[in-house]
């Protein structure tokens, strides 16, 4: 296993979406990765946290943020299973994120439905990353919630 891929990374940040799962969350998480270790996991928490903005990419960020302790990710990789949303994509440019990796693309709410661009110019896109497992798991949720 290559510890420095996309797949293995996403992988991870699939981990954090089963936690989410598991806890009646949207399944949706999140790894920072800075020279090739990641420095920061989360998942949503909203419920639990009773928190709008309590969303995998934020909670990241801001664990990332903390632990590097500069308010710039500017080195650093952020691994999310499904599209963020435009408050995530909003923080993002804020922290002037180097390389942002997901997987599922967000159809109804994600970044890229609006047309003005929401990320950093410098910020690399690489999309589709384990987006099958990542797709599935948000659509297991729904399914479980309409049950």
Known sequence: MDFSSHDYFMGEAL???RKAFVNGEVPVGAV???QNKIIARA???TEQLTDATAHAEMLAVTAAANGLGSKYLDDCTLYVTLEPC???AGA???VQLQ???YGADDTQRGFSLVST???HPKTEIIKGIKKDP???LIEAFFRRIRE
Request: glycine share 0%.
């Open 43 to 45: 998942h949503n928490q």
């Open 15 to 17: 981990k954090e979406a």
């Open 92 to 94: 993002l440019q804020w």
């Open 99 to 101: 390389k942002l990796v």
């Open 86 to 88: 435009v408050m995530c």
């Open 117 to 119: 661009p929401l990320l």
């Open 134 to 136: 990542s797709k599935e």
């Open 32 to 34: 920072v990765v800075c």
